[in-house]
Nanobody, 113 residues
């Protein structure tokens, strides 16, 4: 089955850290993206790894989150540090896998004050 599965979401206190993983059923490649969706809001791009290995971050996570992943590997990561209450969301990934763009179902990150 062609799929991406996220893991690592949890309930943490503000200021805490988490490491999210996104694992494919086979080798994944760019575009390797992380998104999040806050209840009642549209899904927003958080970070990505380009085909050349460059990384991009949304302004609201710069300096706090780190995306990593290797083209041809099976897993990509998102390190979240200095978490804020407003980072509470479902985080999901997408990547090129088995000839097409595939989306994961997401993992819940909840940050308490």
């Amino acid at each position: 089955q062609v799929q991406l599965v996220e893991s690592g979401g949890d309930l943490v206190q503000a200021g805490g850290s988490l490491r999210l993983s996104c694992t494919g059923s086979g080798p994944i490649s760019s575009p390797m993206n992380w998104y999040r969706q806050i209840p009642g809001k549209q899904r927003e791009l958080v970070a990505y790894v380009s085909s050349g290995g460059d990384t991009y971050y949304a302004e609201f996570v710069k300096g706090r989150f780190t995306v990593s992943g290797k083209n041809g590997g099976n897993t990509m990561y998102l390190e979240l540090t200095d978490l804020k209450v407003e980072d509470t969301a479902v985080y999901s990934c997408s990547a090129f896998l088995h000839g097409g763009i595939v989306w994961g179902r997401g993992t819940q990150v909840t940050v308490s004050s």
